[in-house]
């Protein structure tokens, strides 16, 4: 399988002198296309911040991020065009779906289809929806779904460009336990589906059996997490 993504040795510091924080401590990552992953760990440990560095958003400042194999970050400096590769090949989901309020579900879905530059963006859209379960609720705006569906249209906006990497950071936080675990089936079925590679920050232990990797974090230092077998 390709690797979408893979980090190798990024080590990141914010500030300096005593007030210095390790945010990324030593990091490496292989995310073959077609696994979904969690990442866990404590507030502070430095999810987000290896969620940009993945996502090409604010680099690392040491280390080398390569994307489906070939370098594109090195030591905070970009070896290709980042923007084009985040809009083209790349899924963004938040803790907040931050849906364009004056733009209906389908409309949502669909702008980003066009600036991604693929045809019949209407028609993408709708597909999209469907696919998420949500095509009922197409003509509707933000602030008529509930934040499930919310979600769920945010996520059919990241999959526009069929990205080979799709990045989440905390996406079922405003949602409840049954809500949380079918977005998290979602993107179980998007990479299992669709072969995208998929990282998702989470806090919730409930759900953790869909992922096929699990990771966690601790002050800056990534490790897999030792999965554990629930008493019954
Ligand atoms: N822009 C920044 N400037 C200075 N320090 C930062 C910045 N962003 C993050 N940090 C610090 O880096 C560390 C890691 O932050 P990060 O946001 O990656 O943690 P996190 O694991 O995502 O936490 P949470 O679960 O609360 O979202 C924290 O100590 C944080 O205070
Ligand atoms: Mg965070």
């Given at each position: 399988m390709v690797n979408a993504v893979e980090a190798v040795g990024l080590r990141k510091t914010y500030g300096?002198?005593?007030?210095?924080?390790?945010?990324?401590?030593?990091v490496s990552l292989v995310l073959p296309r077609g696994t979904v992953a969690a990442l866990l760990g404590p507030s502070g440990s430095g999810k987000s911040t290896l969620i940009k560095a993945l996502g090409f958003v604010s680099p690392a400042d040491t280390g080398t991020v390569l994307f489906e194999g070939k370098a594109v970050v090195r030591d905070g400096q970009a070896l290709a065009d980042l923007a084009r590769l985040r809009r083209q090949h790349l899924g963004f989901v938040f803790q907040?779906?931050?849906?364009?309020?004056?733009?209906n579900a389908r409309e949502n879905v669909e702008i980003a289809c066009e600036f991604g530059g693929k045809r019949q963006a209407r028609q993408r859209a709708r597909e999209l929806l469907s696919y998420l379960g949500v095509a009922a609720r197409e003509k509707s705006y933000p602030e008529m779904l509930s934040g499930g569906e919310q979600q769920r249209v945010a996520i059919a906006r990241a999959l526009a460009n069929e990205p080979s990497l799709i990045l989440a950071d905390e996406?079922?936080?405003?949602?409840d336990g049954a809500r949380s675990r079918s977005v998290m089936e979602l993107f179980r079925k998007v990479a299992h589906d669709r072969g995208a590679a998929v990282l998702v920050v989470t806090h919730?232990?409930?759900?953790?059996?869909?992922?096929d990797v699990l990771y966690e974090m601790e002050d800056g230092r990534l490790r897999p997490y030792a999965r554990t077998v629930a008493a019954s």
């Open positions: 300096s002198g005593p007030g210095a924080v390790v945010a990324l401590d030593d907040k779906a931050n849906l364009t309020s004056f733009l996406p079922t936080a405003a949602l919730d232990h409930r759900a953790l059996d869909v992922f």
